[in-house]
């Protein structure tokens, strides 16, 4: 079950409203790597889970993600405070109202449709979606996904830093970039405390396709590393052995019933191609410059299309 506690996980403090600036912070709010997809996230993953200490780790984080949504949330409406009150009272001038509604970013759907509370969208108004949520119910493939949703949500924190000078913003900001730090470690350390964990899941892949690494885009900058290069790498430069690999045909065959391959013949029949024939094109356009016409004769004596007569103009007066 889930209970509220009345206080932040961290204080909000705002030092004056700023509509630009709260739809910029929705990106933490309802986007791809804001809190609610992590909460979503771990929340589900944690319901599947079988493992009681991951399924208790990640029920921690999933709900400390909901303590996160609450402070970028309530860091939106601060900023949308003067914003909600002047749109809902209507005693600003019009015309002032109307620049401040417009100054709030690309759209004006956060203050007009959602009247400046903090709507589940993300910086450019695109409604959270459930497809955020990538999980696989396979841990060693779960958590790796995790750590890198963290390493997304951090960077995107540390984006939004950088757009602010207000230092209560900064600070709290601060404090949700960190704890995605944090629940990085966390699920690293989950992921290594799985002893079989690469590669991912049962099988163990074909070995002698395992460690192959095949330069397939060759010429100048070509590059060597380990990533690439050395006692672990089957190095293949010569893309003629890849063509297959497998050492077969290299072509794709199916075995096809009587009735299936009698109706394919027809098919084929039916949309052959005959190489010899060199049919008209563009007629239905009018069989202009785009329809073929190349020559001089085509141009009407022009040397070339430049010198042509452009469309419309050819029967003007000169
Ligand atoms: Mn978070
Ligand atoms: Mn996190």
Known sequence: MFMHNKRLQYTVRVAEPNPRLATMMLEQF??????????????????????????DMLLDIATEELSHLEVIGSIVAMLNKGVKAQ?????????????????????????????????????????????Y??????????LRS????????????ERLINITDD?????????????????????????YAIEDNFPVGKLPGLEKYANIYVNTSQGEGDMTGSWNSGAQWDRIDDLTQTMPIDGGA????????????KVLDKLALRTLSNPAV????????????????TTEADFGGAASIAEAPAMGEANAPT
């Not at 970013?105 to 509370?117: D, I, N, P, R, Y």
């Not at 290299?250 to 391959?261: E, F, I, K, M």
């Open 30 to 55: 309802g986007g791809a790597d804001g809190e609610l997809s992590a909460a979503m996230r771990y929340f589900t993953q944690g319901l599947a889970e079988d493992d009681a200490g991951r399924k």
């Open 87 to 131: 749109l809902a009272e209507g005693l600003m001038e019009e015309a002032e109202l109307y620049r401040t509604i417009g100054a709030s970013g690309v759209s004006a759907k956060e203050s007009l449709l959602f009247g400046g509370g903090p709507a589940l969208i993300d910086s450019a108004g695109v409604p959270w979606t459930g497809a």
């Open 133 to 142: 949520v990538d999980s696989r119910s396979e841990p060693t493939v779960d």
């Open 146 to 157: 995790n750590i890198a949703a963290e390493s997304r949500a951090k960077i995107v924190y």
């Open 167 to 191: 230092p209560g913003i900064k600070e709290a900001l601060g404090f949700l970039m960190t704890r995605e730090i944090a629940h990085q470690k966390s699920f690293e350390k989950a992921l």
């Open 250 to 261: 290299g072509t794709a065959t199916v075995d096809l019933d009587h009735s299936d391959a």
């Open 278 to 293: 060199n049919p008209t094109t563009g007629v239905d356009l009018g069989a202009g410059p785009g329809a073929g016409r």
